[in-house]
Each structure stands twice: as structure tokens, then as C-alpha cells.
């Protein structure tokens, strides 16, 4: 089984920083594209930022400049800075990976528990 944990949310305010840490375990052969999403109430969830094996990266145009994605390959985890943080960016965060567990097998995608980032303006 695969599991991805999530960490790093908390309550900050507006201007703030938060850095949230995202580790997939279990059996994994091989790690695709690494993903932070978010969902605000009564909204949709949003891709906020995507890494991929080869670390290309795009954000969405809401948090360009001020959110880094980034992926440690070897601890198969992937981060998010968040800079200037904005009371929009109130939401869920969510980790996703596209994994593949096996050599032979299909690639699945992954959804971490959620946490929550609660900007205060």
C-alpha cells in the first residue's frame, strides 16, 4: 500500500510564510509528477503547483512568485514554500503523486489527507 502524509499547515498571518512537506511510503517503484492542490469552502479543488520527475515545474497564475514547489527524490517527498501569503490562499492543501508501485504495473494516482492553511488577514 502507498500512503502520502502531509505536514506544515497551521494558522499565519497575512505576509507570512508556511512550508508544507508531503512523504509517500510504502511499496513504490517509481515516482511520476509530485502535486500540491487546494480546496477553499465551497469551491472546487485547484492545482496550485506541479513538479515533475525531472523537476519541471508550473504554478497556478494565483501563486506564481510566491509559492516553490520543489521534490527530494530520494526521500520520495515534495514541499511547497509559501511566501506572501494571502488570505485567498485559505484552503486544504492536498498532496498528489502519480505512482508507479511495481515495474510492470500501472501508474496510480496518490491523495494525501489534506491539511489545512489558515491565513488571517
Known amino acids: 500500500q502507498v500512503q502520502l502524509v502531509e505536514s506544515g499547515g497551521g494558522l499565519v498571518q497575512a505576509g507570512g510564510s508556511l512550508r508544507l512537506s508531503c512523504a509517500a511510503s510504502?511499496?513504490?517503484?517509481?515516482?511520476?509528477?509530485m502535486a500540491w492542490y487546494r480546496q477553499a469552502p465551497g469551491k472546487q479543488r485547484e492545482l496550485v503547483a506541479r513538479?515533475?520527475?525531472?523537476?519541471?515545474?508550473n504554478y497556478a497564475d494565483s501563486v506564481k512568485g510566491r509559492f516553490t514547489i520543489s521534490r527530494d527524490n530520494a526521500k520520495n517527498a515534495v514541499y511547497l514554500q509559501m511566501n506572501s501569503l494571502k488570505p485567498e490562499d485559505t484552503a486544504v492543501y492536498y498532496c498528489?503523486?502519480?505512482?508507479?508501485?511495481?515495474?510492470?504495473?500501472?501508474?496510480?494516482?496518490?491523495w494525501g489527507q489534506g491539511t489545512q492553511v489558515t491565513v488571517s488577514s
Open positions: 513538479i515533475t520527475q525531472t523537476t519541471g515545474t
Open positions: 510504502g511499496r513504490i517503484f517509481s515516482i511520476n509528477h
Open positions: 498528489n503523486a502519480d505512482i508507479q508501485t511495481t515495474a510492470w504495473g500501472n501508474r496510480v494516482m496518490y
